[in-house]
Every structure is written in structure tokens, then in C-alpha cells.
């Protein structure tokens, strides 16, 4: 009403006879429909309170709970306090739980495993008062999150109309999204959902994060049984956010920084990953980094792998043993952003995500995946180039590695060669690979660092490009005639090539080698501490 009063209508042509009963019009309208919506929303609010029992906000219908051998957590709230609750299946097959108390307004059940499928009709009842989750499956449910190339949506991807238009064709792929809020505490629940659980369609999918359901989707056609999809993403963040304070503790971070909303400390983490915490999962996928590219980047070897111990510990915590304590968790190493920049950023961010081993599994983290993603830029991206739009590469090569890693399929390769011995001579480095390689010459992709000392080569060293002279099955040779070596780097660019077309690939595999840097003087690949002479050998 004061907003209205002070309004001048001269002003707005609204002085004259005709044009005032017109405001007053629409201004009576105006009010009547706040009125009723007021109204709705005090009915809703007094119908959900009275209601005796419900589900936790990331409960609902079409949702997807974890599959045997691991048993899916169910909970939600209830009163009067002390009360029992029961759960109650009906679907493929039939199923009671024992009853429960109500302890401080909430209740907690754990399901007796269930073999993957479906639909059920999940029940719970409080004195004779139900509340029921419709369509639920069981399978496998992943969590995604990260910034804004986990975030990136599916309408925005390359051939959007064209894998929007198979959605239908995936209805146990079973996406939900979390509502972008913070908070400076840790929840109990969510603050808000953003697309609840949903069987897909081309709408609401479009919306979605598109290396997750993309994710999902092919690895539903592999497993062919039900894929449930949790994204909690947000763009612009840092890890710092998404962690706890126990584990920015653990990396000497300030608890108490503050940057901007969405990116001070543990925000995200206590409004969009702790109220998650109680649910079963089968493992997580992330795509973040580039933030910390000018943003704590030297501490991202640490504060990386110290966020997935922590995630790990507490959603193994959260759902009483359920969730393995070393879930599957897969990331995507860092893709592109400057043509032609001399930035380090983003080749420190793509070394710190491997805890600067250059591959994973390794003994800092173990049970881990990667998508090498730096062979997919995107000059022409209308959404800038540090969003490619090529995500179906990069979650097909994340499903390589969830399949090894996760579900233990042998013979299963996910990435591309990586050195495993290196020998100098005066005039050359002779590079070894695990795996057979394929070859194209190039003048500078790989660098040696000239230098007397024994020390490590940094940013600042003198770096010279060590051309490709010649390559077998297994192996690369560079020139390096032109001085002592010291350390040996390949692809520590921001923009190392053009799409799919760096020089080292796996022959077998057409995945790209991994960048790495290695001091020849400093500790070997293994993470021992003994020197590189097993790794690193001269030949005089």
C-alpha cells in the first residue's frame, strides 16, 4: 500500500478520469489476487503442519533409493515425539520395517537391502497417518557436483534438441537437483530443491546438468537397471566452499576468509552437501577447479583430496555404514579456457586434482577417477571458452573410469599413456608409456627445463620446447641437446592443442595422455621418498 501511495501518477499519464478508475481497477485486482495467494500459501502451510508425519525435502515421488548389497536410508519428521513409525514396500516384492521413535521431531529407518528395480510405493505411517513416496526405484545413485561446467546445462551442450529428444527413452535415469542456497551453518535438511525427483523429459531435463545425466545415461545402458542423479552444483565456487572446516583444518585454510557469498568456506558444504549426508550412495562425480586457478591454487593439492576424505568419512557417518567409507569418486580434470595464455593456473589446478602425481588411483587418492578433458576446447562457445561445450566425451570418459573403479571391470582402461620410465642421454630424453601410444610431431608440446642445479624447476625456470624426434609402440624421444635437463613437462599449458588433437594418445584406447611435470632430482611417480633413479636414469 506504501509503495502504491507515494507513487506519482502524473507522472505515469494516470492523472486524468480514465486512466484513474483504470489503476484502481487493476489495483483492486492486484490486491484480491495477493489476497488469495496469501491465503494458499498460510493453507499450505497449516495443512503441512498438521500433518502428523513426512519425508526429508530430497524425498518424493520417481526417486531412485541405492540398490542392494547396500540398504537405503529413510527419514523425515513426525510427532508427537515418541511416537513409532513404520516403513512399509509394495511393488516387486512386499516389505515391513520394524518400527521407530520419533526423537527430536525426526525419524530414521534403514531398509533391509533391495535388489535393483521396481516401481514401489514406499509408506511410512505415524498412528495411522501415512505419507507415501510413489514410482520409487532402486539402483545406483551418484552425486554430482562442482561449478559451472558440472553445472552447465543439457540445453546448452552440442546436438542439444537431438539428446534432449531420447530423454524419454531413459525413464529409470532419474535426475534431482538442489536449490543454489548457502548457509554459515550446518543444515539437517535442505533449504530448497530446484527440480524435484523427475522421470526425464526434454523440459525439465534441459535444465539439468548435463555430465551428470549424460553420465547416467550411459551407464544405465551398461548396468541396465536404474541410475538416480543428485546435482548439487554451483557455478563460479571454489573447493574451499564445498568443504568442511574439519577439512580445511587439515590444509592450514582460514576458517573464518570470507571472499564473496556462494565462495566463503564451507557455505556450500553446510546448505547443499551436509542435509545430504543420511542418504545412501553408490559414489560422486565432480567438476570443479578452475576457480582455484587464481584462488588458492597452490594449496588445491591438498585441500582437493582433503574435501573427498571428508566427503567420504561423513556420508559414511550420515548413513550409518551404508555409503562405503571409500566411495567411488570420480573428477574431471581441468578442459580449457585461454588460447595462446602463458598462465600456469590451469596446469597447476590439472597436477594438484592428481595430488601432483599425474594419474589416479595413486596412494593419496585411492578408489578415484579422471576424465582428461584438456584435448576438448571450444573456441566458438557462446558461453565463454572455459565452458566447452562437448560434454559427451568428457562423461563418456568418465564412465570408463567409474567402470573400473566402481563397478571392478577388468581390462577397463580410462586413461591415456602416462610415462612409467624415462632415460637421457646428452642429446636426448626417451620417454617409456604404460600403454601403447599413438603419434603426431610437435615442436613444443614437450618441455625441458634447463638448469645446473638440484633443485626443483618452477614457473620462473627456463623452459624450452623439446621437439618429438621419433616414437615406437611404446615410446617418445625429444631433443634435448641444447642443455643439462632438469625437469621434463609435457602439455603444462592452458591450451595445449586443438580439439582431439594433442600429439600423445593411447593407440588402443584414443584417450589422451595425461599432462604431467617431473623433476628429475625430486621424489618419483610412486610418491616414496626415495630420489627418481628408478624412474628417471642417465645413459652416458
Known amino acids: 500500500m506504501l509503495l502504491f501511495s507515494t507513487v506519482d501518477r502524473s507522472k505515469m499519464g494516470l492523472s486524468t478520469p480514465r486512466y484513474s478508475s483504470l489503476f484502481a481497477i487493476a489495483f483492486c485486482a492486484y490486491l484480491l489476487v495477493t489476497s488469495v495467494?496469501?491465503?494458499?500459501?498460510?493453507?499450505?502451510?497449516?495443512?503441512?503442519?498438521?500433518q502428523p508425519i513426512a519425508f526429508a525435502s530430497y524425498y518424493g515421488n520417481h526417486m531412485v533409493l541405492q540398490k542392494s548389497p547396500e540398504r537405503a536410508i529413510l527419514w523425515g519428521y513426525g510427532r508427537?515425539?515418541?511416537?513409532?513409525?513404520?516403513?512399509?514396500?509394495?511393488?516387486?516384492?512386499?516389505?515391513?520395517?520394524?518400527?521407530?521413535?520419533v526423537q527430536n521431531g525426526i525419524w530414521r529407518v534403514t531398509l533391509d537391502p533391495i535388489e535393483a528395480g521396481g516401481p514401489y510405493n514406499v509408506t511410512a505411517t505415524l498412528q495411522n497417518s501415512p505419507a507415501t513416496l510413489m514410482d520409487v526405484l532402486f539402483g545406483d545413485v551418484w552425486l554430482c557436483s562442482g561449478q559451472s561446467n558440472m553445472y552447465f546445462e543439457?540445453?546448452?551442450?552440442?546436438?542439444?534438441?537431438?539428446?534432449?529428444?531420447?530423454?524419454?527413452?531413459?525413464?529409470?535415469?532419474?535426475?534431482?537437483?538442489?536449490?543454489?542456497?548457502?548457509?554459515?551453518?550446518?543444515?539437517?535438511?535442505?533449504?530448497?530443491v530446484t527440480l524435484p525427483w523427475f522421470v526425464p523429459e526434454a523440459s525439465g531435463l534441459s535444465q539439468f546438468s548435463a555430465v551428470c545425466w549424460l553420465f547416467g545415461r550411459?551407464?544405465?545402458?551398461?548396468?541396465?537397471?536404474?541410475?538416480?542423479?543428485?546435482?548439487?552444483?554451483?557455478?563460479?565456487?571454489?573447493?574451499?566452499?564445498?568443504?568442511?572446516?574439519?577439512?580445511?583444518?587439515k590444509c592450514g585454510l582460514d576458517q573464518n576468509e570470507k571472499y564473496s557469498s556462494q565462495t566463503d568456506n564451507s557455505v556450500l558444504w553446510n546448505a547443499m552437501i551436509h542435509p545430504l549426508l543420511n542418504m545412501t550412495i553408490k559414489g560422486a562425480l565432480w567438476y570443479q577447479g578452475e576457480r582455484n586457478s587464481n584462488y588458492h591454487q597452490n594449496e588445491y593439492n591438498c585441500s582437493f583430496p582433503a574435501?573427498?576424505?571428508?566427503?567420504?568419512?561423513?556420508?559414511?557417518?550420515?548413513?550409518?555404514?551404508?555409503?562405503?567409507?571409500?566411495?567411488?569418486?570420480g573428477f574431471v580434470q581441468l578442459s580449457t579456457n585461454i588460447k595462446g595464455s602463458t598462465d600456469d593456473g590451469f596446469p597447476n589446478i590439472?597436477?594438484?586434482?592428481?595430488?601432483?602425481?599425474?594419474?589416479?588411483?595413486?596412494?593419496?587418492?585411492?578408489?578415484?577417477?579422471?576424465?582428461?578433458?584438456?584435448?576438448?576446447?571450444?573456441?566458438?562457445?557462446?558461453?565463454?571458452?572455459?565452458?566447452?561445450?562437448?560434454?559427451?566425451?568428457?562423461a563418456y570418459r568418465l564412465t570408463l573410469g567409474a567402470r573400473a573403479v566402481?563397478?571392478?571391470?577388468?581390462?577397463?582402461?580410462?586413461?591415456g599413456p602416462f610415462p612409467k620410465k624415462i632415460l637421457s642421454t646428452p642429446m636426448y630424453v626417451n620417454i617409456t608409456y604404460d600403454q601403447a601410444v599413438a603419434v603426431k610431431s610437435s615442436k613444443d608440446i614437450f618441455e625441458i627445463c634447463c638448469s645446473q642445479s638440484q633443485g626443483p624447476c618452477g614457473p620462473k625456470s627456463q623452459w624450452v620446447p623439446a621437439p618429438i624426434v621419433q616414437w615406437s609402440s611404446?615410446?617418445?624421444?625429444?631433443?634435448?641437446?641444447?642443455?643439462?635437463?632438469?625437469a621434463l613437462r609435457y602439455a603444462w599449458k592452458d591450451w595445449p592443442c586443438d580439439f582431439k588433437a594433442c600429439p600423445v594418445y593411447g593407440a588402443k584406447t584414443a584417450l589422451p595422455a595425461p599432462p604431467f611435470i617431473f623433476d628429475r632430482y625430486q621424489v618419483n611417480t610412486s610418491g616414496s621418498t626415495d630420489n627418481n633413479q628408478s624412474f628417471w636414469k642417465d645413459v652416458l
Not at 406 to 415: C, H, P, S, T
Not at 474 to 479: C, E, M, P, R, V
Open 80 to 101: 508427537p515425539e515418541g511416537a513409532q513409525v513404520t516403513v512399509y514396500l509394495s511393488g516387486p516384492m512386499k516389505y515391513n520395517s520394524s518400527p521407530v521413535t
Open 218 to 249: 550411459y551407464m544405465y545402458k551398461h548396468l541396465n537397471y536404474p541410475i538416480g542423479l543428485v546435482e548439487t552444483s554451483w557455478g563460479g565456487t571454489p573447493v574451499e566452499a564445498w568443504s568442511s572446516l574439519r577439512a580445511l583444518q
Open 406 to 415: 566402481a563397478y571392478n571391470e577388468k581390462d577397463v582402461v580410462f586413461l
Open 154 to 192: 543439457m540445453s546448452k551442450i552440442f546436438n542439444a534438441s537431438k539428446e534432449l529428444a531420447l530423454a524419454s527413452k531413459y525413464p529409470h535415469v532419474r535426475p534431482f537437483m538442489v536449490a543454489l542456497k548457502t548457509s554459515d551453518t550446518e543444515l539437517t535438511d535442505l533449504i530448497g
Open 474 to 486: 611404446t615410446s617418445i624421444q625429444i631433443a634435448a641437446n641444447v642443455c643439462d635437463v632438469a
Open 37 to 50: 495467494l496469501v491465503i494458499w500459501v498460510l493453507i499450505l502451510q497449516v495443512f503441512h503442519h498438521d
Open 307 to 329: 574435501m573427498i576424505d571428508d566427503w567420504r568419512m561423513a556420508f559414511h557417518l550420515g548413513s550409518g555404514g551404508q555409503t562405503a567409507m571409500d566411495f567411488p569418486f
Open 350 to 394: 590439472r597436477w594438484h586434482q592428481t595430488a601432483d602425481k599425474g594419474f589416479v588411483p595413486n596412494s593419496r587418492l585411492q578408489r578415484t577417477f579422471m576424465a582428461v578433458a584438456l584435448d576438448l576446447p571450444d573456441e566458438t562457445s557462446p558461453y565463454g571458452t572455459i565452458h566447452p561445450r562437448d560434454k559427451q566425451d568428457v
